[in-house]
């Protein structure tokens, strides 16, 4: 290994946890000195905005799954239920709803409460969720209603007239979303802070997106489930600030430099059986389930979560830096349609995926938690099966709630479909063996 | 008035009931039961065997006059007791019941369709959509009602929306709705809901002339008929349940809520009424979301869009800052001089669990008395339910 090697490879993790940590600390502070906080979520974040009117942002979202990923989601989750909330009801919501009546304690540190709450409708959980907020603290509750795709990408477009008037609706929602800001914090919108801001994101943007093509490598350089979570924890959390450009452009450098070298996440890469993940992390057991998986050479090429959690940094689009608000309304509008798009009518873009990243197969994770996310992964399974030659694995947990987990009843299904790609691995190998006289060099080279 | 005497005859619609007005208030009211529980949906049979369009659309709400003006019979989908053969194939495992049930009738050829509308109300239901169109020929769609409706923009959105789906409406039925058309049809629908305002004042009036369960079926029966017809069926059917010969008990007064989307068995609704009067509910809140008269004056889309935003009923799944649920509960308590409430959710409901927390916390802050109870489209059992609630009002009429 020469020093450049071990400079490069391993530095996304590396420093995504340290600013993780530093942005933590950031937020401990802030609640120590009392200072204004905006709660906003993954998905149409805004924090584009938030961010102009140097407000804190707090994902509830991240800080509900680190409760789980930190092995202590259960004292949360029973806290809210003492209180009422159904055991069947979203994890984060009763995570968070039980760290406010923990004054914010949190295993990283200290969560400012809301001084606002700014959300779309990307997930219609985060409108019952706000509601727990004004109740609680009286706080300004904030939409902006994002009109998603009418129908299934394929089956109708919407008219020119209809896109430009749900921009239309957006933008002005967002000028609505600026004056109560201005208000809240006494300061003037300054058009030239978020153009800054948005600068930094389209950096980002470009930087994620150029990631995720890099994982098409073979071996792939990363696990989008795995480390693909680590990295969309910095971009929301760092979206609009240098710090975070700048980590995602030497995640490029570090990935290209690892597709160079086919330095793969595997011990074994000629092993590998490229996946693709579907829905949201198991993460009361998230080492172990990533394990779980690599233990048999599996990789999760690409991931969903990266699509529709990255708010909409998958996009191929960046900010008119020329007409900033006008602009910011656009990404919000797409990358809200894209992120629901994902989850909705994810079909197509799976089997583009799969074909784009030369997938195996396809794991399937519905949770209890996310009705969004998981409600139409069975039948979306059906229509995968049938149009590629994939294996698909479909298995039920929770992201948050560890008394769905079962490590046993996952790993029996995790292994069998393993073996069953494996036997495809030696059926097909065979195939071509007895099909191309003299071909044992080349099936034996994946 | 006679029970004998039949309605007068009508060339404007379709009748799709065929109800024994001849034997009595009881006997229509039995005949309307049937029909509503007949999972086959006679009524929506009968009007495609005439040649007629159907838009089914999913709970709570839809502006149900662009569907009429269309010539489109608008059918209310709110799931069915049915057995789960195809759908629950299609979903995960933590999905309400009315999800799968809603799919099984299409799917299995029970309830006929042109076109599918769904809502994001929850976070399953704005999946329906997708999984429809993987699964059935007809094609389905989202209507995005405001989820921002304290947006000034969120009316001029809406209008402009509304006549996007009229359009669709428009292509299905091959027929042009003109604003003629739709201040005709709103001026139905506007009758239709003073009579439905009608059924609920004699629940809080006279509770014991009109049990929930009888008031359910009348309402519900809306969302599977023109409105024409239900108009007719409840201009006969409400003179006479107030000349019923029946005496006030000793019963609470209570609110049910929880009642939007997934609907409670009949069966359950009368074991309610056995112990209680249900004197206001929030049971299919999307056929009175509307609460006044919608005016036919200017442009009626834009006048359906204002009520939906500005002249509406509430429910777990709309977020408008203008009416916080529990304290919505609270006041349609008040209004319909309740002395407790039963507040319900359909299981793994979310919006619905989630409100419950809420409007548990009002009560008590309110010092009003309530029974939490959770319920699923397909239960049968309601023996246990029954001693529970036998319990709570005992424990408030003696203590």
New interface residues.
């Given amino acids: 290994m020469t020093a450049t090697t071990e400079d490069i490879v391993g530095r996304g993790a590396r420093d995504g946890g340290e600013l993780f940590r530093n942005w933590y600390d950031g937020l401990t502070t802030a609640a120590a000195k009392n200072e204004k906080a905006a709660y906003v979520f993954v998905m149409g974040s805004l924090a584009e905005i938030v961010r102009t009117f140097d407000l804190h942002c707090v994902f509830p979202e991240i800080n509900s799954l680190q409760t789980a990923v930190r092995h202590c989601s259960d004292e949360y989750l029973s806290l809210a239920e003492d209180?009422?909330?159904?055991p069947?009801?979203?994890g984060y919501?009763k995570a968070d709803y039980a760290l406010q009546l923990r004054g914010g304690e949190h295993p990283m540190g200290r969560i400012p409460p809301p001084s606002i709450a700014v959300q779309t409708?990307a997930?219609?959980?985060y409108?019952?969720w706000?509601?727990?907020w004004?109740?609680m603290y009286d706080i300004p509750?904030v939409?902006?209603?994002v009109?998603?795709?009418?129908?299934?990408p394929g089956?109708?477009v919407l008219?020119g007239e209809?896109v430009e008037?749900?921009r239309?609706?957006v933008l002005?929602?967002i000028k609505?979303l600026i004056s109560h800001l201005e208000t809240l914090t006494g300061k003037k919108f300054d058009v030239d802070r978020l153009r800054e801001v948005l600068r930094l994101t389209n950096r980002m943007g470009r930087a994620w997106r150029r990631v995720l093509e890099l994982n098409r490598a073979r071996p792939a350089v990363f696990d989008a489930m795995m480390e693909g979570t680590i990295y969309l924890g910095v971009a929301n959390a760092l979206r609009g600030t240098e710090e975070g450009a700048v980590y995602f452009e030497n995640l490029v450098e570090e990935m290209e430099y690892k597709a160079e070298h086919s330095i793969s996440p595997l011990v074994d890469h000629d092993k590998e059986h490229r996946l693709v993940f579907v829905g949201v992390p198991c993460y009361p057991i998230f080492r172990r389930f990533y394990q779980l998986f690599s233990e048999w050479g599996g990789v999760f090429v690409s991931s969903t979560y990266t699509w529709f959690a990255s708010g909409g940094l998958n996009l191929d689009f960046e900010y008119d830096l020329e007409n900033p608000v006008e602009s910011l309304a656009e990404g919000v509008m797409l990358s809200v349609q894209r992120a629901?798009d994902s989850?909705?009518?994810?079909?197509k873009y799976l089997l583009d995926g799969i074909d784009e990243f030369g997938a195996d197969g396809v794991v399937y994770h519905?949770?209890?938690s996310?009705?969004?996310v998981?409600?139409?992964?069975?039948?979306?399974r059906?229509?995968v099966l049938a149009e590629r030659d994939v294996l698909c694995l479909y298995i039920?947990s929770d992201m948050m709630d560890k008394r769905v987990v079962s490590e046993a009843q996952l790993k029996n299904r995790i292994d069998a479909f393993f073996e069953g790609l494996e036997s495809r691995r030696i059926r097909k190998a065979t195939a071509g063996t007895a099909a191309a006289p003299g071909a044992e060099q080349s099936a034996t080279t994946p | 008035m006679s029970d004998a005497q039949r309605l007068p005859a009508s060339d404007d619609f379709v009748r799709l009931m065929d109800l024994p007005f001849e034997g009595g208030l009881n006997e229509v009211l039995h005949e309307c039961r049937e029909i509503l529980e007949d999972t086959d949906f006679p009524t929506v049979k009968k009007w495609r065997e005439q040649g007629g369009k159907v838009m089914g659309h999913f709970q709570v709400y839809f502006p149900e006059e662009l569907a009429h003006a269309a010539g489109i019979l608008p059918v209310k989908i709110r799931g069915a007791p049915v057995d789960r053969e195809i759908a629950d194939s299609r979903f995960g495992s933590y999905m309400c019941s009315i999800l799968r049930s809603s799919l099984e009738i299409a799917m299995t050829g029970r309830l006929e369709m042109d076109m599918f509308v769904t809502h994001p109300i929850c976070d399953g239901a704005r999946n329906l959509a997708g999984i429809w169109s993987r699964n059935r020929p007809e094609p389905a769609q989202i209507l995005y009602l405001p989820q921002n409706p304290n947006s000034a923009f969120a009316s001029t959105w809406l209008t402009q929306e509304y006549r996007r789906v009229l359009a669709d409406l428009e292509a299905i039925s091959g027929q042009v709705a003109t604003d003629a058309d739709l201040r005709a049809s709103t001026e139905i629908f506007n009758k239709n809901r003073a009579l439905l305002r009608e059924v609920y004042q004699i629940k809080r009036e006279t509770p014991w002339l009109l049990p929930i369960h009888e008031a359910y079926v009348l309402v519900a029966l809306g969302g599977l008929v023109q409105r024409e017809e239900h108009n007719e069926l409840l201009e006969w059917v409400l003179p006479r349940i107030r000349e019923r010969d029946a005496r006030q008990q000793d019963k609470m007064r209570v609110v049910f809520e929880g009642g939007f989307c997934e609907q409670p068995p009949l069966d359950l609704l009368r074991a309610i009424a056995e112990f209680c009067y249900v004197v206001d509910d929030d049971l299919l809140i999307g056929l009175r979301w509307l609460l006044s008269d919608v005016p036919l004056e200017g442009d009626p889309v834009n006048s359906l869009a204002v009520a939906y935003l500005d002249d509406s009923s509430y429910s777990p799944v709309q977020h408008d800052l203008r009416k916080p649920k529990e304290k919505m509960l609270l006041a349609r308590i008040r209004g319909a001089g309740a002395e407790a409430a039963i507040v319900s959710a359909a299981k793994m409901c979310e919006p619905g669990l989630d409100e419950l927390v809420a409007y548990s916390q009002a009560l008590d802050e309110a010092g009003t008395a309530y029974f939490v109870t959770e319920f699923e489209e397909r239960m049968s059992s309601f023996d246990h339910l029954q001693i529970q609630l036998e319990t709570f009002v005992e424990n408030l009429l003696f203590n």
């Fill in positions: 209180h009422g909330f159904s069947d009801v979203c919501v409708n997930c219609n959980t409108l019952k706000s509601e727990i004004e109740r509750v939409t902006v209603d009109p998603g795709s009418r129908s299934a089956t109708a008219s209809s008037r749900d239309q609706y002005y929602q609505e629901g989850m909705l009518f994810h079909d519905p949770i209890k996310c009705r969004t998981s409600t139409s992964l069975a039948d979306s059906r229509v039920e």
